[in-house]
């Protein structure tokens, strides 16, 4: 991997850039503008120097320029012609792994139960909120149940009946068939 140190104005943002081009305020910004503070400049930006377009990176490049007046910045650099790098800048806005949610909110709890703000990871306390509940057993004090009598005509031999998905034929699976399904005597 190749990290240089560019200047500023060495770095064109891709015109074709089809990502949102997120402005101060925007939520996302404010979280990505958030991360880069209390983290650092931690991925660097890529940089196409066939081209001297910025091919992944743009709203990083914004905020280490506009916000923290940075007039250097680190660039992983590619050399690719014009069609792979826009095959570039999309693959690296599109492609990204799945969640295993279970593990993620198990992550997010031991974060939570520290002394860090939670929502430096991106994800605001709602969905914090949302996918540990999601994960987490409830007990019989902090759940609400609620005691009925059970209605047995619910469980009643008729509430179990079968229809064969073939030909439509109605039949009870604790009783013995008695007639051979229609579609099997039609084969």
């Known amino acids: 991997m190749d990290i240089r140190l560019l200047p500023i104005d060495k770095i064109n943002p891709a015109p ?8 101060p305020g925007d939520v996302e910004y404010e979280k990505l503008k958030r991360s ?3 983290f650092g400049y931690v991925e660097p930006l890529v940089w196409n120097q066939r081209t001297g377009n910025l091919v992944g990176g743009h709203q990083r490049y914004k905020i280490l320029v506009n916000e923290q007046g940075r007039r250097e910045v680190e660039v992983s650099v590619v050399d690719l012609d014009e069609q792979k790098e826009k095959a570039l800048n999309i693959a690296m806005n599109k492609i990204s792994g799945d969640w295993d949610e279970e593990k993620l909110s198990q992550v997010l709890a031991d974060l939570q139960d520290s002394d860090l ?4 990871t991106g994800f605001d306390e709602e969905e914090i909120t949302e996918l ?4 987490t ?5 902090e759940t609400e149940f609620t ?3 059970l209605n047995l005509e619910d469980y009643s031999d ?14 009870n699976p604790k009783e ?8 099997e005597e039609n084969a």
């Not at 074709?16 to 402005?23: A, F, G, I, S």
């Not at 057993?137 to 004090?141: G, M, P």
């Not at 064969?164 to 039949?171: A, D, H, M, N």
């Open 158 to 171: 008729e509430k179990f009946d079968c229809i064969c998905p073939r030909c439509g034929f109605l039949f």
């Open 36 to 38: 880069i503070e209390d």
């Open 132 to 135: 540990i509940e999601q994960f």
């Open 147 to 149: 005691n009925k009598e």
């Open 16 to 23: 074709y850039n089809p990502r949102v081009d997120l402005q």
């Open 137 to 141: 057993y409830k007990n019989d004090e």
């Open 176 to 183: 013995p068939i008695a007639e051979e399904c229609e579609d």
């Open 117 to 120: 703000d939670v929502t430096l």
